[in-house]
């Protein structure tokens, strides 16, 4: 049996199941896990959330940024933007099906065995996989609640930018969010930065990579999100594996063996 980790499909629906024929998945064997944002931007949103969703448990699906744009738009009426390809699984007869079971996916997998911790974004360091676990925890007791079109319309906004333990409300609920779902820059003191989204040259003053900062404990730990990356991690304190490659941008799709650590490569079908 192997488990493989996927990096950001973004609906890029073709390139996944080339990669799939690549690896030789087989799902009565094999796992799959993946990074979030499934849907958005590519050509196949709507094909990509059926797929994984018809995975069942032999797929180990976390929570982006982009999903939750998905349910914001389902639950709270969050306007759609004109780069979104959405609207197909907004308009689909099996929408009330996949955003229910959209919503009930998780912010973090962890296995002990694989040594290993997945989210969309990252770890930040001053927060232990445990504290991490709990975190997530708050956000998905929100998620697959009754109240989830209120959480849902509350849930965006930068602020507060840094976590602190008296946070309440849906203040701490925002942090947990952005930090799981939109980190890429960080300060000592935990401050995020919501602006640079572009390479480790785009760093503000005061800012570094997450990663680049020291842990107590030493998962790996396995991202997507950070497509200008192209899964490098330079300067890494920890094990940080940085799984999206950009396919919605015409760069790949990458799977990594997370038992041999071998990489698999499905470049983009087009260039977008």
Request: charged share 25%; with cysteine; net charge negative.
């Amino acid at each position: 049996m192997s488990t493989y980790a996927i990096g950001d499909l973004q609906g890029c629906h073709a390139e996944f199941e080339a990669l799939l024929e690549r690896i030789a998945f087989e799902p009565r064997r094999d796992r799959l896990w993946l990074v979030g944002d499934l849907v958005n931007r590519g050509p196949g949103s709507l094909a990509c959330l059926r797929a994984v969703k018809a995975l069942g448990d032999s797929a180990r699906v976390v929570l982006g940024n982009h999903d939750l744009h998905l349910l914001a738009a389902a639950w709270a009426g969050a306007p759609l933007k004109r780069s979104d390809t959405l609207a197909p699984i907004l308009e689909a007869d099996d929408r009330d099906e996949l955003l229910d079971w959209l919503r009930r996916q998780p912010l973090l997998v962890r296995d002990d065995e694989l040594d290993a911790v997945m989210t969309h974004a990252g770890l930040p360091p001053h927060w232990s996989v445990t504290q991490a676990a709990e975190h997530a925890a708050e956000v998905e007791q929100a998620l697959r609640g009754e109240a989830v079109g209120d959480f849902l319309a509350a849930m965006y906004g930068n602020s507060p930018a840094r976590w602190t333990d008296e946070l309440e409300g849906i203040d701490r609920l925002r942090v947990i969010v952005n930090t799981f779902t939109r980190m890429r820059f960080i300060a000592a003191d935990g401050t995020l930065d919501f602006a640079a989204k572009e390479g480790l040259d785009s760093a503000p003053e005061g800012f570094a990579p997450w990663f680049t900062y020291a842990r107590d404990d030493d998962p790996r730990i396995v991202f997507g999100h950070w497509a200008a990356l192209q899964g490098a991690t330079p300067g890494a304190r920890v094990r940080a594996l940085a799984l999206d490659t950009g396919c919605v941008w015409g760069g790949a799709l990458t799977a990594l063996d997370l038992v041999s650590g071998e990489y698999h490569v499905e470049p983009a079908h087009a260039s977008r």
